[in-house]
């Protein structure tokens, strides 16, 4: 069972895993005959069905029982479906009663304060539709469209940055479900990750793009050294080589944001402070697989617990693990 999940770590035990088994089907035994008048087949102990006989019959048979299985699969996975869609709606109905707390949730989540309930509806029902996916569709267009559903409503809805696939990291202190890499432009899930856990994951991750994106727009230069220096090997690199590689970085965060310039500007006046707390909690970050309780306390990934916690107990009705 996961005992618990760390801001994109997730810590496994060992989990049992129940072995089911089917009881052999008793067969009455008994020789097959085409009666004469009819096209009906009797049960009979008199005459032996010749060998051709038996093979039709018995392609016959089986024929029949793939086509009832097939039937039966499709009948199940319909009504799976449509009982799943009818929770939904059951679902966001429910949540559409207290409209002012989704209005709230939304204007937190998503660092803004101007979202009216109108708007906010707006928003659920689009997640409504998204939800829909997990039914209908794969886990991997679901993951998307929470990517696309998500991006949008955190202001990135022209960025460039991408959604990737990639199987997380495992160490000693858990495993890898998400990751947000500005300089990479992408944003990683993992897809092993369960269907409950992907919209506080989502939302967890976007809020690391935000906080990137306030980060690198109050001090550009400040934000990009810390960044570089600690995922690159920076020594040997002459004063002239060091703010290339600089210049490149910061080139490749403003096209994955879709910016024509980094400017305080850019950053709403309220969330000013905000923006200098992620700045220097980039300078502080340690990865979880190197120090689990740095990591654990770092402003930013406690700021992006908060956020996916807050989605989760919006669409779950309690916090999930991801966001614990």
């Known amino acids: 069972m996961v005992d618990g999940i760390f801001n994109g ?190 919209l506080g994951t989502m939302h967890h991750e976007m809020r690391h793009m935000k906080q990137h994106f306030y980060a690198v727009n109050y001090d550009p230069q400040a934000y990009i050294f810390t960044l570089t220096t600690r995922n690159n090997n920076i020594e040997g690199l002459s004063k002239e080589e060091l703010e290339e590689v600089l210049d490149d970085c910061l080139k490749d965060i403003r096209e994955g944001l879709n910016l024509k310039c980094f400017d305080r500007n850019n950053i709403p006046k309220e969330q000013i402070q905000y923006a200098q707390k992620c700045l220097e909690a980039c300078k502080t970050y340690v990865d979880g697989h190197t120090d689990i309780n740095a990591y654990y306390n770092n402003f930013k990934e406690v700021d992006a617990r908060y956020a996916g916690g807050l989605i989760d107990k919006l669409f779950h009705g309690k916090i999930l693990g991801v966001n614990k």
């Open 9 to 198: 770590f997730r810590i496994n035990k060992q989990n049992s895993v129940p072995v089911y088994t089917n009881a052999p089907v008793q067969a009455k035994s008994g020789h097959f005959e085409r009666s004469p008048q009819t096209d009906t087949v009797s049960l009979s102990n008199k005459q032996p069905m010749s060998k051709k006989t038996k093979i039709i019959l018995t392609l016959g048979g089986i024929a029949t029982a793939v086509i009832g299985a097939v039937l039966a699969t499709k009948g199940y996975r319909s009504y799976k479906i449509s009982n799943g869609l009818k929770q939904i709606e059951k679902k966001f109905l429910k949540i559409q009663e207290n409209m002012p707390e989704v209005q709230k949730t939304f204007n937190e989540v998503f660092l803004r304060n101007d979202i009216t309930e109108k708007e906010a509806l707006e928003i659920l029902n689009r997640y409504k539709e998204v939800e829909k996916i997990a039914v209908t569709g794969t886990k991997e267009e679901y993951i998307q469209a929470v990517f696309n559903e998500a991006k949008q409503n955190f202001g990135f809805k022209d960025s460039k940055f991408k959604l990737k696939l990639v199987d997380g990291k495992v160490s000693k202190n858990g495993i890898t479900l998400g990751g947000a890499l500005p300089l990479a432009q992408k944003v990683e899930i993992s897809p092993n990750i369960s269907l409950k856990n992907i």
